[in-house]
């Protein structure tokens, strides 16, 4: 995992990049959680999303989750193969398994995020 | 630790779910579980939230049946003959972690209650993990298995199905979780066999009249809150006025949340 890898308290996490996109995606412990997951709806390019704001939707046997944007921006690209290969998420959810890439608005959004310590914390606490 | 309860009136589709998500902000407003038990007026399919509209338009079994699409996942339910509860914990909650602890609380609750009437009923569990063949993508709820159910087991069927009379599905919003469920009360006359699956009435016997329902439900009541000691508040009146469900039912009776997908 790279060291600069942040996460929001909703379990989503985001990665900056050299060219100044940022690659979101949802964590292992998210994806876990969620237990066979059957359906994914991904933005289109060109959204605009807020942080906060609802990215996209994951359906698993028995539950439809939002996905929350981390950081504001527009998205200029979306995984289209991973709707279509949901198992990627469970194997490799910070590499193949990226949802988008956006372009942020300001990158000092990712301040307010939890690092890697700070989220593991949190997972421990998330009741069992 | 608090446990709010509402006993609502029979409304239609998009008020039920509009409260139901006015349910959810509730919970997480006061930091504490809240319920909703209602019913339906009238007789509607609430479709799960990513079942595709196609599917429902080539189900001839509900052709005419007022459609509503719950913002829940899972499969599709012909209410009228159940009884549907919606349940709400902020994700600081004991239950308000992983899907599965929500999800075996209230049915593990409900198991104990009608296991003190004499029904015998059990959690159903994959026999592999992860999800075995039969829980697949059947149209109707009540085909589908998935961990947790619950079910009557029936002792002369080889496959271990049993018959799904209890089933619930998820939400899960940034800080809120929202359960819906259906406790299937007896067999729905008023649409064809395909649509119309055995509830506790048709499988237990004539212990689930109509009017043992409410003590049923107030005795699963308990059991859920006697789980992790909760305080049962029974709150009086309706969940919330018209004017506030009417707004956010205009969303849910719209084409395009209808028809999503």
Same mark, same amino acid.
């Given at each position: ?35 066979? =997951? ?11 999303? &807020? ?10 046997? &028995?539950?439809?989750?939002?996905? $929350? ?19 990627? =998420?469970?194997?490799?959810? $910070? ?18 995020? =939890?690092?890697?310590?700070? $989220?593991?914390?949190?997972? &421990?606490?998330?009741?069992? | 630790? %608090? ?58 079994? !509900?052709? #005419?049946?007022? @459609? ?28 308000? #972690? ?15 209650? /009608? ?5 015998? %009923?059990?959690?159903?569990?994959? !026999? ?44 899960? /919003?940034?800080?809120?979780? @929202?359960?819906?469920?259906?406790? /299937? ?35 699963? !009541? ?9 305080? !049962? ?29």
């Amino acid at each position: 995992m790279a060291a600069a890898m942040k996460f929001a308290k909703s379990h989503e996490w985001v990665r900056p990049e050299d060219n100044g996109l940022v690659t979101i995606g949802i964590s292992a412990y998210a994806v876990e959680a969620l237990t066979d =997951l059957v359906f994914m709806q991904l933005p289109e390019v060109g959204r605009r999303v &807020k942080a906060g704001e609802s990215l996209g939707e994951i359906e698993s046997v &028995k539950a439809v989750s939002d996905v $929350y944007a981390p950081v504001s921006g527009e998205v200029v690209e979306v995984n289209t193969a991973l709707p279509g290969a949901l198992e990627t =998420l469970g194997r490799d959810p $910070y590499g193949s398994g990226w949802l988008v890439r956006v372009r942020p608005d300001d990158l000092a959004e990712l301040a307010s995020l =939890l690092d890697q310590p700070a $989220y593991d914390a949190l997972v &421990k606490s998330q009741p069992h | 630790m %608090t446990l709010h309860v509402w006993w609502d009136e029979p409304a239609d589709g998009p008020r039920n779910m509009a409260a139901d998500e006015l349910l959810a902000a509730e919970a997480f407003d006061r930091g504490t579980m809240c319920m909703r038990i209602y019913g339906w007026q009238p007789t509607t399919v609430s479709l799960g939230g990513f079942q595709r509209g196609a599917g429902a338009r080539a189900e001839s079994a !509900i052709a #005419g049946i007022p @459609l509503v699409r719950r913002p829940s996942g899972g499969g599709a339910i012909v209410h009228g003959s159940d009884l549907t509860y919606a349940a709400a914990v902020p994700k600081t909650h004991p239950w308000g #972690g992983r899907p599965q602890l929500l999800y075996d609380a209230l049915h593990e609750a409900m198991r104990r209650t /009608l296991g003190d009437r004499g029904v015998t %009923t059990a959690l159903w569990r994959p !026999i592999e993990e992860p999800a075995s063949p039969v829980s697949g993508e059947a149209f109707f709820c009540f085909d589908r298995r998935s961990s947790g159910d619950l079910v009557v087991l029936d002792p002369g069927s080889a496959d271990g199905r049993g018959h799904k009379v209890m089933g619930s599905a998820q939400r899960r /919003l940034a800080a809120t979780v @929202l359960q819906h469920g259906s406790l /299937l009360l007896h067999r729905n006359p008023d649409v064809p066999t395909a649509a119309s699956h055995p509830g506790l009435h048709d499988l237990a016997g004539g212990g689930f009249s109509a009017a043992a329902v409410r003590p049923l439900v107030a005795a699963w !009541i308990a059991a859920v809150a006697g789980a992790i000691g909760m305080e !049962i508040v029974e709150e009086p009146g309706r969940f919330k006025d018209e004017e506030s469900v009417s707004a956010k039912a205009r969303e849910f009776a719209s084409e395009r949340w209808t028809w999503r997908r």
